[in-house]
């Protein structure tokens, strides 16, 4: 296995700037689920909301692609950061359906530039035998934002209410820009036909890792996140206990979701480095079946304590089949990562949207892990095509 090394500084920057980005977006699949009915609103549209982003992203991230093989990269994701804190606030002070499906869009089409300058300065940087590792680091750090947006707005909203609890956001969301500053993007354009993958290596199988992509994001992104604020209320009601503690669904629900970017912010450089090792053709097999057990095991048990292992060990494997899924598509060039981010938000838009109908239509609580094994089995059986060494 290799050795874990350092993150180089500018990785840190760049995940920095991402993950004070994310503060509002990841805030709100925590609370909107909980606090729906006080702003007007039905659980159909709560679906809408949660996903209008990332399917705006369906044309925003090709937008992203050819925006910056023309102007400068750089330029594009500060403009992108900025917009982003601004939409943060206005979270906090928007009632209606209609305003907040669009500025639901707009931060689609902001986090477009943001993820794609990003995670193409990390794949091209040097050491790419330690490619794994690199993304391991960006995500890792990018992902802080997602713990503090779930975990601590949570908590803020228990405490002083959801309109407080995203101007807090908004203030700390303009951080990015000048963090977005210091990062090495660069200021001028990629070559759209530019790849990254070494003398000899062969490509990989891009319809197969458009599926990977799609079922990660329906999964992981969508399915899970979206319902799980729902599914435990459900089962617990408004309030439970936790270790001893008596706290509210909300908080429980802030710190299950939380957990994934805990996973992925101390546990990405590790899996990433496990990638390098054992190669992504076996690790994206292998965590995909992982995963599919840990849904199973969801479904099946009812102690709320009873939850965490399979909670954790389903993000672990998110976090690895993340890892090396982008470490196999980010070597092929710009055009095949945003065909490939593309396919994912497919799933992730398609997801929250799933899950609500099933939820209203069946009312099983557990039809989502259900809806994720499936995908996951299938995903299994898939994945050994993609990778063709």
Request: aromatic share 14%; glycine share 10%; with cysteine.
């Amino acid at each position: 296995m290799p050795p874990i090394k350092l993150p180089p500084l500018p990785i840190i920057w760049i995940g920095l700037a991402t993950a004070f980005s994310l503060l509002g977006d990841q805030a709100l699949y925590a609370l909107l689920p909980l606090y729906f009915e006080e702003l007007g609103l039905i659980p159909f549209q709560v679906g809408i909301i949660l996903s209008a982003n990332r399917w705006i992203r369906l044309v925003t991230n090709q937008l992203a692609e050819n925006s910056t093989s023309r102007f400068s990269p750089k330029a594009l994701s500060l403009c992108a950061l900025f917009v982003g804190s601004l939409l943060t606030a206005y979270y906090a002070f928007s009632h209606s359906f209609t305003l907040l499906l669009l500025a639901r869009l707009m931060w689609g089409l902001c986090f477009s530039f943001i993820r794609h300058a990003g995670t193409m300065t990390v794949v091209s940087m040097k050491d790419g035998h330690l490619l794994g590792q690199k993304i391991g680091y960006y995500e890792g750090f990018s992902r802080m934002g997602s713990i503090t947006g779930l975990l601590f707005g949570a908590i803020l909203f228990d405490w002083i209410g959801f309109s407080s609890t995203f101007l807090i956001f908004a203030v700390l969301s303009l951080l990015a820009v000048p963090l977005g500053m210091m990062s090495p993007i660069p200021k001028t354009p990629w070559k759209q036909s530019h790849r990254w993958a070494a003398p000899g290596e062969k490509a990989i199988h891009l319809w197969g890792m458009l599926f990977c992509g799609f079922t990660i994001g329906i999964v992981g992104q969508g399915l899970l996140i979206s319902t799980l604020g729902f599914v435990l209320e459900s089962r617990y009601g408004s309030s439970a206990t936790l270790f001893g503690f008596v706290l509210g669904i909300s908080t429980i629900n802030g710190i299950m979701l939380a957990s994934r970017w805990v996973m992925q912010s101390i546990g990405a450089p590790f899996l990433g480095a496990l990638v390098d090792h054992i190669g992504l053709r076996k690790s994206a097999s292998f965590f995909f079946l992982s995963g599919a057990l840990a849904l199973a095991w969801l479904s099946y048990v009812t102690e709320l304590t009873s939850l965490f292992p399979g909670i954790l060990i389903f993000f672990a494997c998110g976090t690895t089949l993340q890892i090396a899924l982008i470490s196999g598509i980010g070597k092929q060039g710009p055009k095949n990562y945003a065909k490939f981010v593309t396919a994912s938000d497919i799933g992730s838009a398609a997801g929250p949207v799933l899950g609500w109908t099933l939820l209203e239509f069946i009312g099983n609580p557990n039809i989502a892990f259900i809806a994720g094994i499936c995908f996951y089995a299938i995903a299994a059986l898939v994945s050994p095509f993609t990778f063709k060494k």
